[in-house]
């Protein structure tokens, strides 16, 4: 049998600003069954940079996050803009203002969907080599991050305790280990 897709019967915004454009959807199954509403939310894209150093350290930060109401460690990320659509460069740009450190030219890791039953977005993820800082951090005014610098070891030491939560993070790290195992052999 083959899976269809939903047909959209039809779509009423319940709010859209800045982060959030909320949609109820009225759709019909491949049976006839119709659900409604269904709520997806229409936002941006992001990037997210695993940045390694010269020395083969990783850059991480740690920051607040309100949805979890905790600390966390993540890798560098943010949202793209209406005018990114060069995603490693934006992925470069972010690793700069959130950490201060550049490197080599990004390399595509992967493009995941972080919630693919109700958020519309994708993470365009990345491995940036050869870093090293070479300027302060520039945060945006609702930043507050440090940043950390850790060891393989203690990055995987970290994954394996269950230190890093953020789901697409731990996915781009999975990538980048695999990359950088293969471009070691």
Not at 139 to 149: F, I, Y
């Amino acid at each position: 049998m083959a899976i269809l897709p939903w047909k959209l019967l039809s779509s009423k915004t319940i709010i859209k600003d800045k982060w959030i454009d909320l949609h109820a959807d009225s759709c019909q199954l491949p049976d006839g069954t119709v659900i409604e509403p269904f709520y997806v939310n229409h936002i941006s894209d992001f990037v997210v940079a695993v940045a390694v150093t010269k020395d083969h350290d990783f850059i991480m930060i740690r920051q607040y996050r309100h949805g979890t109401k905790q600390i966390l460690l993540e890798l560098p990320a943010g949202c793209t803009e209406s005018s990114d659509a060069d995603f490693a460069a934006a992925a470069a740009r972010e690793l700069l203002e959130e950490t201060g450190f550049s490197g080599n030219q990004p390399e595509f890791l992967c493009k995941i969907a972080p919630n693919a039953t109700c958020i519309s977005n994708f993470a365009h993820c990345y491995l940036i080599t050869g870093c090293e800082r070479t300027s302060d951090q520039l945060l945006d005014s609702t930043e507050d991050l440090e940043v950390v610098v850790l060891t393989e070891d203690q990055l995987k030491k970290a994954l394996e305790s269950n230190d890093i939560v953020q789901a697409v993070h731990v996915a781009a790290l999975y990538y980048a280990f695999q990359r950088l195992s293969v471009s070691r052999s």
